[in-house]
């Protein structure tokens, strides 16, 4: 059974960086994507970056050049480096885990719980 366990939100002034980490707290992890995905108040929850196992990369408009996602195989963990933060990106982060590149949720079918990210202006 796939756990999916996220860290490093918090909060950061504009302009600033954080960096997210997602860890498969069982180290059972068999998926061969895993993408990150984020919700603020009152929206949908959107694509944000996805990972193959092979280190393919795909990004949204809204994050490209600025964020970017790694994966550690031998950790079982994914990583997303968030740089020049704005307070557009306040959202509460999940990673998640499936078998092929997906931009909706329903694609994917390990989640965390998320972590909260807050960007102030």
């Known amino acids: 059974q796939v756990q999916l366990v996220e860290s490093g939100g918090g909060l950061v002034q504009a302009g600033g960086s954080l960096r997210l980490s997602c860890a498969d707290a069982r180290r059972t992890l068999i998926t061969n994507v895993m993408g990150w995905f984020r919700q603020a108040p009152g929206k949908e929850r959107e694509f944000v970056a996805a990972v193959t196992r092979s280190d393919s990369t795909i990004y949204a408009d809204s994050v490209k050049g600025r964020f970017t996602m790694s994966r550690d195989n031998a950790k079982d963990t994914v990583y997303l480096q968030m740089n020049s933060l704005k307070p557009e990106d306040t959202a509460v982060y999940c990673c998640?885990?499936?078998?092929?590149?997906?931009?909706?949720?329903?694609?994917?079918?390990?989640w965390g719980q998320g972590t909260q990210v807050t960007v102030s202006s």
């Open positions: 998640a885990g499936g078998i092929q590149v997906a931009l909706v949720p329903n694609g994917y079918t390990y």
